[in-house]
């Protein structure tokens, strides 16, 4: 179990698409357009939710990364840069598709929250600053993300705020409440050595639920999207547009402020990802089932946009911004010299 759980994590953009295509091939020969989504939901949000907040270690937020430039620029960029790009680009490219173009709002409204620790660690990046970053935007969701939608996307999708709030509430503070009593008690238990090791598999179960939820909210909507195939375009040009403009005003702020590659990095990535979990969880408990298949495209694209971002960008970042790392090597030879 836990090799098909690693497995999971380290390959969830192939699962993703595996999941995606077959509730496109099975909603298109069954009909599944009377499936109820909401238990569905609430089962996988918290497949998804309580393993990924039981790893999250907040205690060490205190005794993490001072750097405030940082943390405010990217909290800045996270919710309000973003919103407005996702405001523009709906009232544009995705303005006669009002489901889509409010999937698009909820990509700019609930920002990155414990996966920007990880891909600041595959980037090599500053990933205590990171960890302040997750957590502080995590907490902030139930506080913003709800104006934000109603301010951007009331015209799109009518929902009650109140509601939203409670929502999000609910599926951020029991999770997190649920995963420090866990944490401690493993810990208590069976020792901290234990605890770092499963939970590295903690990431995996959450993929169960992310995959839960992308089968049923595309295989109901698939005899709509293969009859629309227009559809995927209108999602694959809305979120690209979204990661390009990101990108290029986070890069370039980044350097503006003069920020070394380890902490531009995650401005970069603070910037351009967003939460998987919980814009699909809420998604599939409110709004209409084509904002959840824009949702459930994303995953993918976004694992995809930032590799290209870390891997194929990121040498070039590296040396547009400069490198702590590099300055202190060049410190050190001088000394030696």
């Not at 990217?74 to 309000?80: E, G, I, K, Q, R």
């Not at 649920?178 to 903690?202: A, E, N, Q, S």
């Not at 995927?232 to 979204?242: D, E, M, R």
Request: aromatic share 10%; proline share 4%.
């Amino acid at each position: 179990m836990e090799k098909i759980l690693l497995e999971l994590k380290k390959r969830l953009y192939v699962y993703v698409f595996i999941v995606f295509v077959l509730a496109l091939v099975l909603g298109y020969f069954i009909d599944f357009r009377t499936l109820n989504m909401k238990p569905i939901s609430i089962i996988a949000v918290f497949i998804m939710l309580y393993p990924m907040l039981t790893g999250m270690v907040i205690e060490k937020v205190k005794k993490s990364s001072r750097n405030f430039k940082l943390i405010t620029v990217t909290l800045t960029f996270a919710y309000v840069i973003a919103s407005v790009t996702a405001f523009i680009i709906s009232r544009s490219i995705l303005k006669n598709n009002p489901d889509i173009a409010f999937a698009l709002i909820m990509v700019g409204a609930i920002p990155c929250s414990n996966m920007l620790i990880g891909w600041s660690g595959i980037a090599d990046a500053s990933v205590e600053d990171a960890l302040v970053i997750a957590v502080v935007g995590l907490l902030l969701i139930p506080v913003l993300s709800p104006v934000i939608l109603k301010l951007s996307g009331g015209i799109f999708v009518s929902f009650h705020i109140k509601s939203l709030v409670i929502i999000l509430l609910s599926y951020i503070l029991i999770p997190l409440v649920l995963g420090l009593f866990t944490r401690r008690m493993i810990i208590k238990k069976k020792g901290t050595d234990y605890f770092i090791h499963i939970k590295k598999i903690f990431p995996g179960i959450s993929s169960i639920g992310i995959l839960l939820i992308v089968f049923s909210s595309v295989a109901k909507v698939s005899r709509v999207v293969i009859g629309k195939p227009v559809l995927f375009g209108l999602v694959l040009a809305g979120l690209l547009s979204y990661y390009l403009v990101q990108t290029f005003l986070s890069l370039f702020v980044g350097k503006l402020l003069k920020f070394k590659y380890e902490q531009g990095m995650i401005l970069i990535l603070g910037a351009t990802a967003s939460s998987q979990a919980i814009s699909l969880s809420v998604a599939a408990t409110m709004f209409p089932a084509l904002t959840v298949f824009a949702l459930s495209f994303k995953p993918l694209l976004q694992v995809l946009y930032i590799m290209l971002l870390i891997y194929g960008m990121g040498p070039w970042i590296k040396k547009f911004l400069g490198s702590e790392k590099k300055k202190m090597r060049e410190g050190v030879n001088s000394i030696k010299n």
